[in-house]
């Protein structure tokens, strides 16, 4: 950086001769050269490392490490062996979907609630960003808390589970089929989860109708729209960029944050990883645990966002 | 609605030319029924925004009325949501085996340091993206949406084992003769975010190049021909017109640092980061309960008379607590800026 500001005040150096251009391309290379390095040092190298792990034993010894290659054994023992780690993934695939579909629908419709002009409208906007700051670990152990006070209660009093076995009842009552039924009562009972989760696409959602030109809403008012047509032709073409946004964020936030309770005891699937390597010392095998885990996000997201990408609507 | 009131005001039309006295009534009643389903709108939409709030706030709710409720009331009916005989006994146990003041400082600082690191390194590579395109950004910025993908842990035990055995060249080998060990130094989590691979590093290049993008370039033009150079437009001329951008980044690192444990877990575990604390609170044991192993270690630190159990809805509750004491110092600071924090998402644009 000082040497080319001192090149460039001798009037003929070679940076005063540079075209913008030119010189655009030499400052975009030095601004993003921490990064570039990080990526380098931090990221791409680790990563590749990480891969070539998975395949070996390995052992942490004083300045560095050994390792001897063992091929497939790693991923054979993790999922055949390791009892946890197989679970976990199917139960982060399983839970992750239906949870980030219920969270988008609620963060939009948050996101329209508090966009609105009304009386009030700051208090709800601090309380609607509120999950932001809450973190889903802590939301979620204050209800452990309070679940045992209300597990108490509830028998103390004798309406043990009312609320959710009371929906799962008038669902099944009425005809539909299991998978429906099944969805709905996991997502209400997961209401505090989605809640926790949904700060971040909230915002995405809020800042997205903030961009929505008022001319657009002008003209559909003109023409005739509904209040409700107006939400389907004109409000959610132009949110459908903030879908995939969200939804990849949603998707990779709820593997990494995943946790499962196997006969009373919670498991989180980034906390396994870390034990297997740094209590159990199998450092391959969390690294075969790792790749897995990296494989499966990075299909999934991909998958979902080709998927959305295709009905995802650019104004310009 | 709107075409409800349209065909009103035809039918209205119509009945003008017939009926001055019978279109005075049809007014009257179109304009009601106008109001009437305002209202409705209205009140539907104040009932929806209040059971919202008191479901996002039920969390928060419950942890500050158990904070206060006194252990012998624990499940008792009358102390839901307020505590029949309020007492601190449960925040003085709670901070105490915290360490709450030295933690608060500690966190504090630690965070501030990585969400400035983190806010430049990622100010700089967006506006690179932004504005400073050479061959290649493209496949760059792919990478930066790589990153984002591919969660933090895949890259966990090759980081461990490079910051432990840290050197540049073998500069430090030559020197002190042997390696630096970073881990367990707040330096290797400030060296990962200044180098971009912090908390959700990605994501924030991705938000500054957005919101670089918006800005008018005409401003950066006119700096240019008035002879600045590209650093300085940089710094004199967009960084202080981006501050919508900057305290959105600045606020999300800071909350999701704060509340991390995955970094500090890994590089630099140590009890003072509060979530670290409290994760080793909560973590499940064999015989006695780290609560209670906590509580016995501070126990000549406490009142004497303080009011303190052993069953497990106690060690929960003051779990709890502890919960409360974490967000607190965020619930302040989000307070302060939410304001702004709010109108910087509208003026930035962050989506672009």
């Known amino acids: 950086m000082v040497k080319s500001r001192t090149v460039k005040q001798k009037s003929g150096g070679w940076y005063y001769h540079l075209g913008l251009t030119r010189k655009k391309s030499l400052w975009g290379v030095i601004f993003l050269m921490p990064w570039l390095l990080g990526f380098l040092i931090f990221f791409l190298k680790p990563l590749v490392e990480s891969i070539i792990y998975s395949f070996n034993k390995v052992k942490v010894v004083e300045g560095g490490i050994t390792k001897s290659f063992v091929g497939f054994s790693n991923y054979v023992q993790a999922f055949t062996v390791d009892t946890i780690f197989n679970r976990l993934m199917l139960t982060m695939l399983q839970k992750t979907f239906p949870q980030v579909l219920v969270v988008i629908i609620f963060s939009m419709l948050a996101a329209v609630l508090i966009n609105g002009k009304y009386p009030g409208r700051s208090v709800a906007r601090t309380i609607f960003l509120i999950p932001i700051i809450m973190g889903t670990d802590i939301a979620s152990a204050s209800l452990v808390g309070s679940d045992v006070i209300s597990k108490e209660i509830a028998t103390t009093s004798g309406m043990a589970d009312f609320g959710s076995r009371f929906i799962l009842d008038v669902l099944t009552n009425t005809g539909l089929p299991t998978f429906i039924t099944g969805f709905v009562s996991a997502a209400v009972s997961n209401i505090f989860g989605v809640l926790a989760n949904s700060g971040l696409p909230t915002l995405i959602f809020l800042a997205g109708l903030q961009t929505i030109s008022p001319a657009l809403y002008e003209v559909a008012k003109i023409e005739g729209a509904t209040t409700y047509e107006t939400f389907w032709k004109v409000t959610l073409p132009m949110l459908s960029p903030m879908v995939l946004v969200s939804t990849v964020y949603s998707i990779i936030d709820g593997f990494f944050r995943h946790t499962t309770t196997i006969s009373g005891t919670t498991y989180g699937i980034i906390k396994r990883m870390y034990d297997v390597a740094f209590v159990q010392a199998n450092y391959g095998l969390s690294a075969a645990m790792t790749t897995v885990y990296m494989l499966v996000s990075v299909i999934v997201v991909s998958l979902v966002s080709f998927l959305i990408s295709r009905v995802v609507f650019y104004y310009d | ?352």
């Open chain 2, 1 to 352: 609605m709107t075409n409800m009131a349209g065909l009103q005001q035809k039918h209205v039309a119509v009945g003008e030319k017939l009926n001055t006295k019978k279109s005075m009534t049809r007014i009257t009643r179109a304009k009601v029924e106008k109001s009437v389903k305002k209202t409705i709108f209205v009140v539907f939409r104040y009932a929806l925004i209040i059971s919202l709030s008191y479901m996002i706030l039920y969390p928060l709710l419950r942890m500050i009325a158990q904070s206060f409720t006194h252990p012998y009331d624990i499940g008792s009916m009358g102390s839901i949501w307020v505590p029949e005989m309020p007492v601190f006994d449960n925040i003085i146990v709670a901070s105490t085996i915290m360490n709450y003041p030295k933690g608060v400082v500690f966190t504090t600082l630690s965070t501030l340091v990585v969400v400035v690191l983190q806010t430049f390194n990622a100010a700089f590579a967006g506006y690179s993206f932004a504005r400073l395109k050479f061959r290649g950004s493209k496949l760059l910025f792919a990478l930066v949406i790589f990153t984002i993908v591919v969660p933090p842990s895949s890259v966990m035990l090759p980081q461990y084992v490079y910051l432990r055995n840290f050197d540049i060249l073998g500069i430090f080998q030559l020197i002190t003769g042997h390696k630096l060990n970073l881990l367990g130094k707040p330096a290797s989590m400030w060296l990962l975010a200044a180098m971009g691979q912090g908390l959700n590093s990605g994501l924030f290049v991705y938000i500054f190049r957005q919101f670089f993008k918006g800005l008018p370039k005409e401003l950066e033009e006119a700096a240019y021909v008035d002879g600045a150079g590209l650093l300085r437009i940089f710094l004199r001329i967009v960084l202080p017109i981006s501050k919508p951008g900057i305290l959105t980044v600045g606020v999300l690192s800071f909350v999701w640092n704060w509340n991390d444990t995955y970094f500090p877990r890994l590089f630099n575990p140590t009890n003072d980061y509060l979530r670290i604390r409290l994760s080793g609170l909560s973590a499940a044991s064999g015989g006695t309960s780290n609560v209670q192993l906590a509580i016995g270690n501070v126990v000549s630190k406490l009142p004497p008379d303080i009011l303190k159990l052993t069953s497990d809805a106690y060690d929960k509750m003051i779990l709890t607590v502890c919960s409360l004491l974490i967000i607190l110092p965020l619930i302040v600071f989000f307070l302060i800026v939410q304001k702004h924090f709010v109108e910087g998402i509208e003026r930035s644009g962050i989506v672009g």
